[in-house]
């Protein structure tokens, strides 16, 4: 996984409400002012920017899979702010960091068990994962669609090999899981936040960037835009509310451990 490409400078447009619940997190965690942060598919770098802000004595360094989101953060980088372009999978950090941040992007990532071991060694003693992503009961009207796009026969014969490209859990399952690495002390913890986008257009640019690129990945050249059109099509007929908002399921998955 993490071979997705994405557009940073539209996603630095679409991305609102992962931009919110980011922005909220950094703002519940303390600072010394000189710690080594690690930022786990940082994407346009925009989070990892606010973190670099917090430790002016510290360093901050954002990785990334998609060359197309390094591309943007890299606009960001400062004195103590770098972004690489590096599969979170591969990761072999040790003893370096003081938090290891991660907004909307491991459910990304289907392996947490190589996930959690590769923090757990990452981080110094006493050092914290502070991790947000997407939950089970995450995007179910978008789920609901593309399955059904997917199952047409126009397209089904593309998605023969494919592999659902994320790893949604339920909090508990992955409180057991977090149990199983040394940490001295943990919390998971699920959230509901479901929304209304303002628009249809803000759908739409949420659909594009990122939801759909794994999917169009799959297809041919000349049945993309057929396909995304669809989809585009059944989300505004299913998600609209009366008062124009398009409603959607977000479900997070919350997670604090200390080493
Ligand atoms: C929805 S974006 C979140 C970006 C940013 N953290 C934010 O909150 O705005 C998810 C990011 O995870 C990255 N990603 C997914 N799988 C990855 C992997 N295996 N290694 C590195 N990055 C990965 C994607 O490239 C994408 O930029």
Redesign the pocket.
Known sequence: ????E?D?QK?KSA?GH??E??TRIVAELSFTGAEAIL??????G???KLLADLVPEGKVLG????VG?IETAKELEGHNLSFAC????DMAFSNEFDLIF????LH??RNHERLLHSCHIALKPGGVVRFNFAGDGNCSNFYEVIRKVMDHPTYSEYFKNFEWPWYMPRYNEYEELVKQYEFRESRVWEENADRNFSTKEDMVKWIDQ?SIVPFLKFLPEEKKAGFRNEVVRKMIDITTQPDETCFETFRRINVFARK
């Open positions: 996984m993490g071979n997705f994405f940073g996603y991305s992962q931009k619940w980011g930022d786990l598919g940082c994407g346009d925009v989070l990892t990785i990334d899979a998609s989101m590096q599969d979170i999978n991660s907004n909307a992007a990304w990532v990122p």
